[in-house]
């Protein structure tokens, strides 16, 4: 009996074994459970988010999916102390095993298995457990996770196989995920501390070694104490290993947990409204009609001719990697090179800020207690508001839940019309309040917007680009997505198109006020001021003054098809733009973007240059794959071009833009425009220097959202100063290559007087849109 005991427990061992044997031989061979490929093995992270920098080099965002915002760091940038504390904590005997560490397994097995002890600690060593974060899925029991540990040890002996244990670390700290969408440590230091993974301090790095054990758990965002305890259990551990003596260990305990914190979002930081933009553009698909909804054609027709004629629109689809896949800008690790500059990034956004926020929003604010329409115009009746807001309503997330609810429209206006807890954003933060739904709609729409977009007149490079004020409240795109009317920041192109024709800006025009018939009907436009009212002034005047009358005048003797025309020339593409007399004045919708591209062609020699977003894209090898160049069409003659100069030169000196010198004292050689819209709905101002054209629109989410007075309301007030400010900090920075002293390229023996006849035919080939025609009054 004893003999077959002693055979039978040889033969239940050789049956274990044998058993054991088939069975990681068929986990190795991906016969059992998931054994991943080869070549995955040896790039297990191809995954990881695009970097978008700065063309004076800095880091201004990342693209990823979900939890993957991460960006892969070297083993040469991580701070000595973070690899101490991470093997000190996680794998003593890191160095010594080969991907499984059988001592520790069976000290877990004993300890925790046997004894019960939950102190004892794991036997997973970090090889496994990179094996468990790149390639194991969620266990949901007990069965299910010891089913996965024979997987993750042949995964573990693998990767041991396939790299250094230098390389491991790495791994392991680039994938692990630190929670506040912190994935990685190069992006866990700026999240937690501000820093590169280079220059943790020991605390620090002890503190994220500290989350790898639960990150959760140990927050140190939610609960600092609870962090603080397990960033000692990581110090007390170094000592253990020997990387810390016994004095650094009880200095470095008794230091309070010390956070830099700040969310990873590409909500948050410099530049988001264009990192948006950017992300959105290169990601476009081509555009098919059925996809656009039937009140969209603007939009389809707009991005058919991007799709077209710019590269970079929808690159992630129109090119291909080596291995024959779309490029996916949230996993594939690029880099993206881009024109904008971070310093003039800054400046331009704070200009906004400053001067929307601490300035203009104070100021509407004060009709909250005149206007019984607040924040809308007075001139609208109660029923008019209530339409507009009922129409805010029906484009409302709540009324699209209670609707597919099933709920009827009076127990949704019900809803709207009771009170109920809710955070509203303000400037300094979100705060609780009690609110009606429909209160709440109103008290949002009374924040004005901005939009501001400034680009070399020479390359295209855009070097600075805000589209708002607040992304996470208001993502709406005022620099390249929204359209307002133009007013006359128009009326440029129209003397353009007059210089074209054989004029001059010392030619003369009658002052009085016309009525003119167009389709038979009789239109006579008004304007802001009756200075030199009957006299004979030139069109250097009647620009300065951003005069209607004079308008009207040239758009007279001018062809408004030919006009209409010209305006494509120029690069704006609203085909809804209808040739006619009151097109002088503005009343078409353009975005920002726009208009200031179709100012370069004045400061360009009367060449058009197109925004040129991104220089170059890099994959994640090193490898250039993409180089965009500007793109440029001419407009208008060189001497048409410098006349232009010549008249938007005295806006700034003498005019409607003349608060750039007594106001803002800057001395430099510029032009603008400044436009104003009925109602004072739509401010902006277009400056032009040398080398920088800049254009700024501010005004209401919906047109009757405005000041009522035209002194506050005006384009010289509300958007002219964000110019200001934004040029001031340009110039006072010396390293941005930006001088007052700079002078447009124009001969020194150029007479704006003469006429040449060189002229060329303008926007020959466009067709025209056959629609009613709009009539717009601009007050300036």
Known sequence: MRRIFVYTLWGLLAIIVLVATLSFWGIASGKIGYMPP???????????????????????????????????????????????????????RFYEHSG???????RAIVKRGLLGKKSAGGGSTITQQLAKQLYSDVAHSTGERLLQKPIEWVIAVELERTYTKDEIITLYLNYFDFLHNAVGIKTAANTYFSKEPSELTLTESATLVGLCKNPSYFNPVRFPERSRDRRNVVLGQMLKEGYITQEVFDSCKALPLELHFHANDHKDGIATYFRDFLRRYMTAKKPVRKDYPSWSYVI???DSLTWEQDPLYGWCHKNRKRDGGEYNIYTDGLKVYTTLDSRMQRYAEQACYDHVVKFLQPEFDKGRAVKSNYPYSNLLSQ????????????????????????????????????????QVFTYHGDVDTIMTPIDSIRYMKSFLRTGFFSMCPQNGEVKAYVGGLDFQHFAYDMATEGRRQVGSTIKPFLYSLAMEDGMTPCDEAPNVQETYMVNNQPWTPRNGSKARYGEMVTLKWGLQQSNNWISAYLMSRLNPLAFVKLLNEYGIRNPEIVPSMALCLGPCDITVAEMVSAYTAFANHGIRVAPLYVTRIVDSEGNEVAKFEPRMNEVISESSAHKMIYMLKAV??????????????????????TGTTNNNSDAWFMGVTPRL?????????????????????????????IFAYYMQKVYANQSLGYSEDEHFDIPANFDPCSVVDDMEPVGEGDEPFDENITNNDEFE
């Open 693 to 721: 054209v800049s254009g700024c629109w501010v005004g209401g989410d919906d047109r009757d959202i405005h000041f009522n007075n035209m002194a506050m309301g005006q384009g010289a007030t509300m958007a002219l100063p």
């Open 300 to 302: 389809f027709y707009i």
């Open 383 to 422: 029923d008019q508001v209530q339409q507009i807001l009922n129409r805010s309503i029906r484009q409302s997330d709540r009324y699209r839940v209670m609707k597919a609810a099933g709920c009827s429209e009076d127990e949704i206006q019900r809803a709207f019309n009771t009170k109920t807890d809710m």
């Open 652 to 673: 700034v000196d003498g005019g409607t833009g003349g608060r750039i010198r007594f106001r803002y004292n800057i001395k430099a050689d510029m032009g603008g425009k």
């Open 38 to 92: 080869l070549e995955d093995l040896q790039n297990p992270i191809s995954r990881f988010a695009t970097q978008i920098y700065s063309s004076d080099g800095k880091l201004i965002g990342t693209w990823s999916m979900s939890r993957e915002n991460r960006v892969m760091v070297d083993y040469s940038k991580l701070s000595p102390t973070l690899v101490q504390a991470l093997v000190a904590t996680e794998d003593a």
């Open 100 to 106: 499984v560490d059988f001592y520790a397994l069976m």
